[in-house]
């Protein structure tokens, strides 16, 4: 049981997605054509993709990222450790956000505020970047799909990115995604802000110019992605991605606690990336010469 209280199931797989309460019941084999028809894009005009573990696997992330400069590898297990003491808090305020952030921080660290922050943005994140160009390729079809959106040639969808880290345009190019002006970027400093805040969320909505309700936010982590889109009202379609194994590399990874509230109005969907791309081309960029290909509508 999630946080949605109901089963967190791969569409692809034979035994479906379940939900609860007034919620409806898919059981059997769902292809992606079956994902495609639907509820998953009805009324969507916006959508917010993770970025870390979505576009990419990052399974293996924090190995390489470590083997780049082992002698960091302390320093980098304090910042995940803030991080996650960071998660969901909303200072409102970029400045505060990062102040609090890097005081904590350097107090773990014996160091100061002024040298951590250094570290953070001038050694840490660009070796991200790095580290992406290096080891990682986007997923199968995620070059081609934001190739799409950049050109424009759906009215019918805004996009955004928002990830966990900073400087998200240079690790997105770093994979080979070159990001237009149609796609709207974000992170923590966005915002002053970590997921699950559910402010954060909202913002974006606005700047898309559609309702909370008419955003799908597609991540792999139920307690950022899924809890952040359930606060601000949102869809969610949870990536399969085979987290149990990323748990057991990482307990900041560890599943939200079975108590955290879900609502009967939240439509929550699962699924492998091949399908949910092939739903995605048919719903929004469907070829005109195929007489079989449905939107939702």
């Known amino acids: ?86 998660a969901g808090c909303d200072y409102n305020s970029t400045e505060e956000y990062e102040q609090a952030f890097f005081n904590a921080f350097a107090k773990i660290s014996i160091s100061s505020p002024a040298r951590i922050r250094y570290w953070y943005f001038n050694r840490y994140v660009p070796r991200m970047a790095r580290t992406l160009k290096k080891h990682f390729k986007p997923r199968p079809g995620a070059v ?49 802000a970590q997921k699950p805040a559910a402010q954060p969320f909202r913002i974006i909505a606005k700047d898309l ?13 139920e307690d950022t992605d899924g809890l952040g889109a359930f606060h601000a009202g949102m869809h969610f379609f949870c990536l399969e991605t085979g987290r149990k194994r990323y748990h057991r590399l990482d307990p900041n990874r560890s599943p939200p606690a079975p108590q955290e509230p879900h609502g009967p109005s939240l439509v929550m969907y699962a699924g492998v990336w091949d399908d949910l791309v092939k739903a995605l081309t048919e719903n929004f960029f469907p070829d005109k010469t195929n007489s079989n290909t449905r939107l939702v509508k």
């Open 209 to 221: 110019g559609v309702a909370p309700e008419e955003v799908l936010v597609i991540g792999d982590r």
């Open 144 to 192: 081609e799909l934001f190739k799409r959106f950049d050109t424009g040639s759906t009215d019918k969808l805004k996009i955004a990115v928002y990830s966990d880290y900073p400087s998200l345009k240079d690790r997105l190019e770093a994979l080979g995604i070159y990001p237009g002006a149609d796609v709207f970027l974000y992170g923590p400093e966005s915002f002053g």
């Open 1 to 86: 049981m999630n946080i949605f209280n109901r089963a967190c199931t791969n569409l692809a797989a034979d035994q479906g997605l379940a939900v609860s309460g007034s919620q409806e019941y898919y059981s059997g084999h769902e292809p992606a054509t079956a994902i495609a028809e639907s509820k998953l894009f009805r009324n969507i005009k916006g959508i917010i993709f993770d970025f870390d573990g979505t576009i990419f696997d990052n399974a293996l992330f924090p190995f390489y990222l470590i083997s780049a400069y082992p002698p960091d590898v302390i320093r980098i297990w304090k910042e995940r450790l803030i991080r996650r003491q960071f």
